[in-house]
């Protein structure tokens, strides 16, 4: 849990001096009232998370107030609050302060029914962190099997996954084991098409972090672009090929893309006719060529292009060989980059 300290602040007794932490009592402004008691009790949330849980101060009155003011000032950023406060109901006051560890100051200052007023001052420390940034190696997520290995840059003690196709959710579980340097999650494997992970886990301070997986790729099976040779220039006969591959690709936007990006990627390839260089060259001209096509067709996701040149050769041939099915390209939609392989040697993909 969150670290946090408490304290209940008297109406009647002020603070001693040198105070650290803001849990002395109330200052007395005006005449006090006899049954006044202890007025509020305040605790402090001291951690807190960027971009998640804040740091905060709660007050929780004692007696109903006619006015709570409390002014924090926390490493350059200031909080405020004013107005009635109902009896032991909390106000919690969020302190976004930038990340690193801060000494907060200020005051807070109440008005009871029969006019009495106190103040006290505020003096205490809180630690602000970065979320904790979760991370699953494409080695160590097995879809067939239900399980992936979660690792997080602190600590991590519990974890739970969500899994979700195209008809929606498909399995939850909070199952888990502790690994070497992390947490083994499982599931009961499901034979339909996984589009989207949903992982979150909980660090040893008590924080959660969410980290989302897009485990699929699918290749578009298509009729390959016929290049003029040296050329990277489509010629106007080839158009029919692309149109056919923009049915496919549309589908698949229409079906998963209401759970999951549709990116698009296009890598291209050639045969081992010409050097090594202008073959790389080439492959990587022509696909920023069919690349292009797409976005000026209407494709909406994001499209990233790579040549491969000689590389990930569809038929081993000799060097100097004139093979057509080496000159082709792959058209890959996918929600992210899809991963290296036999035919994806490099993942050296570049955004249209």
């Known amino acids: 849990m969150s670290a946090s ?45 960027i971009g998640g849980t804040p740091p905060a101060l709660i007050v929780i009155p004692q007696r109903g107030l006619d006015d709570l003011s409390v002014h924090v000032d926390c490493g ?8 009635k406060a109902a009896l032991a109901v909390a106000v919690r006051l969020p302190l976004d302060a930038s990340q690193g560890q801060h000494t907060c100051t200020g005051t807070l200052s109440i008005t ?8 006290m001052p505020l003096s205490f420390q809180i630690d602000v962190q970065p979320p904790t940034t979760l991370s699953v190696a494409q080695q160590d997520l097995d879809l067939s099997g239900g399980t992936l290995v979660l690792r997080g840059d602190r600590p991590l003690v519990s974890a739970t996954v969500l899994g979700s196709g195209e008809a929606g959710e498909l399995f939850s579980s909070d199952a888990f084991s502790p690994t070497g340097d992390g947490l083994r999650l499982s599931w009961t494997p499901t ?13 040893d301070r008590g924080f959660a972090s969410r980290l989302e997986l897009f485990p699929w790729s699918y290749s578009v099976p298509h009729q390959d672009v016929v290049f003029e040779t040296g050329q990277r220039t489509i010629q106007q006969g080839e158009g029919a ?3 056919a591959a923009w049915d496919q690709v549309q589908d698949i936007v229409d079906r998963y893309g209401k759970v999951a990006p549709v990116n698009l990627y296009v890598a291209g390839y050639t045969d081992t006719v010409g050097s090594t260089q202008s073959n790389q060259t080439l492959s990587r001209a022509r696909a920023k060529a069919i690349a292009t096509w797409f976005r000026q067709r209407g ?15 569809a038929v081993p041939t000799p060097d100097e060989t004139d093979e057509e099915r080496n000159r082709r390209a792959d058209y890959i939609v996918a929600a992210q980059a899809p991963p290296s392989s036999d035919h994806l040697p490099l993942s050296q993909w570049t955004a249209l």
């Open 76 to 83: 350059g950023v200031s909080a405020d609050r004013s107005g």
């Open 241 to 243: 090929k692309l149109e």
């Open 112 to 119: 009871l029914s029969d006019g009495s007023q106190a103040e």
């Open 299 to 313: 494709f909406a996701g994001s499209i990233h292009y790579q040549g491969l040149g000689e590389r990930g050769l």
């Open 5 to 49: 300290t408490s304290r209940t602040a008297s109406f009647h007794s002020p603070p001693p001096h040198g105070a650290g932490l803001p849990l002395a009592g109330l200052l007395l402004l005006a005449s006090p009232s006899a049954s006044a008691g202890d007025a509020v009790r305040l605790e402090v949330v001291r951690d807190g998370v």
């Open 191 to 203: 034979e339909s098409l996984v589009l989207k992970l949903v992982v979150t886990a909980t660090d």
